[in-house]
C-alpha cells in the first residue's frame, strides 16, 4: 500500500504554488517555497511516509532517491534546486538567515528552471515503469502538459532510449513548439547521422520523417500551466475513468501535477477534444 497520498497534499500543494506564482510576493520567499514543494516532489518520488520527517538533503533520503531507476538524474535535479553554486542562491539560503545579499530574479529564473526539472521526474519515474508510447491512450494524455515539461521529460527519455520513434516524434514535435523552428532543425542535424539509421513505415527514415514535422512550423495551442490545466480539464474524464489501470494511474498523476494550479480563465476549449491519435 502506497505511503503517499495524493488528497493529503491538496492544501499545501495550493498554499506552495499560491505563493510562488500568484501573489507579489519576494525572489526570497518564492525560491523558500520551492524548497517545501520541491519536499512534496520527493516525497512522492520515493513514496515517504507522510508522518515522518523530510530534509531534502538528508544522507538516507538521498540514498533512497538514488537507489530508484534514473536516480543519479533525479538526484541531481534535488540538489539543484537545494543548493547554491557560484551563479545563483538556491533554496538553502532561501530558507534560512545565513545570505543576506539581495535574492534576484535572475536567482529565482534559475531555481523555477530546477524545479521543472524535478517536476518532470515524476513523469520520467512513471516512463521508467512503462515505456513511452506503448499506450497511445497515455500518450495523448502526456499531450495535455505545457510543453516545456513534455520536453524535458522527453529530453532524458531519448538520452537512455533513442530508437523509439514515438518518443522521438513526440521530442521532434514539443521541441518545435516550445523552442521553434531554427533550434528544432538545429537538433535533427545534430543528431542527423542516428535518426538517418531508424527507418520507418512511410519515409526512409526517422530524420527524413522529422523534416515534415519541422516544416509544419505547428505553433503550441497552450504554453503555461494555467492554460494546459484548462485543456486537460476539459479531457480529463475519458482517462480518469479508462478501463485500464495504466491510464488512470497517468491521469491521477497529471491531476496531482495540477493540484492547486490556477485555471487561464480566458481560455475556452470548447472545441478542443483529444482524440488518441492527436498530435498534439
Known sequence: MSNFRDEDYAYILGDCLHDIFYVDS????KIAQMRLLSEIIVRKLIDYNPDDQLTIGDKEVLKTVKALTYGDHFKKCILAVKNDTTDYYA??????SKVRSQITQD????IYEHLLDLISCLFIQFFSKHTFGTNQKIVSCFSLLPPIIRYKVLSFLYANDNHNIILIDKLVLVTLKEFGKEKTTQWLEDNKAHLTSIPTDFYDNMYQYSLRTVATNMKATYQTMEEAKVFFNHNKKAFVEDTEEEVRDFAKLMEFFYTGRKLDTKIVPSEYVVSFHDKK
Open 107 to 110: 536567482d529565482y529564473n534559475k
Open 26 to 29: 519576494s525572489y526570497r520567499g
Open 91 to 96: 533554496a538553502n539560503s532561501c530558507s534560512h
